[in-house]
T-cell receptor, first 114, second 114 residues
Framework: DSGVTQTPKHLITATGQRVTLRCSPR?????VYWYQQSLDQGLQFLIQ???????AKGNILERFSAQQFPDLHSELNLSSLELGDSALYFC?????????????FGEGSWLTVV | AQSVTQLDSHVSVSEGTPVLLRCNYS??????LFWYVQHPNKGLQLLLK??????LVKGINGFEAEFKKSETSFHLTKPSAHMSDAAEYFC????????????FGKGTKLSVKP
């Protein structure tokens, strides 16, 4: 158990809908990351927050947004869902936001868009 | 820009024989390198990391990796494979100035035959 908690574990929704994925980082970790794992794109970095502020953006679509709250939990909002958004979404956390930090991953949220 | 290339998409070994999973990296700076493992329907678990200390890094479950700057390689090895090692393995780079976020290789699926 990494200590990173993600909910829900599985989610099935229709195209055009909006979903919210939730993440609780490890106790004491200030930095939260979101990654998407799909068969065709592999594991891709989406976005990173550190202590409530956005720190880095990767290949995140405009239909997607995220935030980190004062209690350090984070949410990833996915809207106007398309079939291609079906993927495993990982949240991860680390103490700092610097290169070399060990990043711990949750077990992921499986999103299926039908 | 930084990247990693995992040279084999699939490796198959017999139980009790050595494991070699190959990874080459590209980075403009001194990289931090990681190997993560993903068992079926599970999250990503850190096996080991290199952050410019000893070039031979020992990880969990008997795995180790050697950082070779001249060859830009960070191959993962294990002397004797176990059935429980069957999983997907990801070589990962986090370079200086990256805010800590990770760039994943495409993964190597390790199969272990009895």
């Amino acid at each position: 158990d990494s200590g990173v908690t993600q909910t829900p574990k599985h989610l099935i929704t229709a195209t055009g809908q909006r979903v919210t994925l939730r993440c609780s980082p490890r106790s004491g970790d200030l930095s939260v990351y979101w990654y998407q794992q799909s068969l065709d794109q592999g594991l891709q970095f989406l976005i990173q927050y550190y202590n409530g502020e956005e720190r880095a953006k990767g290949n995140i679509l405009e239909r997607f947004s995220a935030q980190q709250f004062p209690d350090l939990h984070s949410e990833l909002n996915l809207s106007s869902l398309e079939l291609g958004d079906s993927a495993l979404y990982f949240c991860a956390s680390s103490v700092e936001a610097t290169s070399g930090n060990t990043i711990y991953f949750g077990e992921g949220s499986w999103l299926t868009v039908v | 820009a930084q990247s990693v290339t995992q040279l084999d998409s699939h490796v198959s070994v017999s139980e009790g024989t050595p494991v070699l999973l190959r990874c080459n990296y590209s980075s403009s700076y001194s990289p931090s390198l990681f190997w993560y493992v993903q068992h079926p329907n599970k999250g990503l678990q850190l096996l080991l990391k290199y952050t410019s200390a000893a070039t031979l890094v020992k990880g969990i479950n008997g795995f180790e990796a050697e950082f070779k700057k001249s060859e830009t390689s960070f191959h993962l090895t294990k002397p004797s494979a176990h059935m429980s090692d069957a999983a997907e393995y990801f070589c990962v780079v986090s370079a200086k100035g990256s805010q800590g976020n990770l760039i994943f290789g495409k993964g190597t699926k390790l199969s272990v035959k009895p």
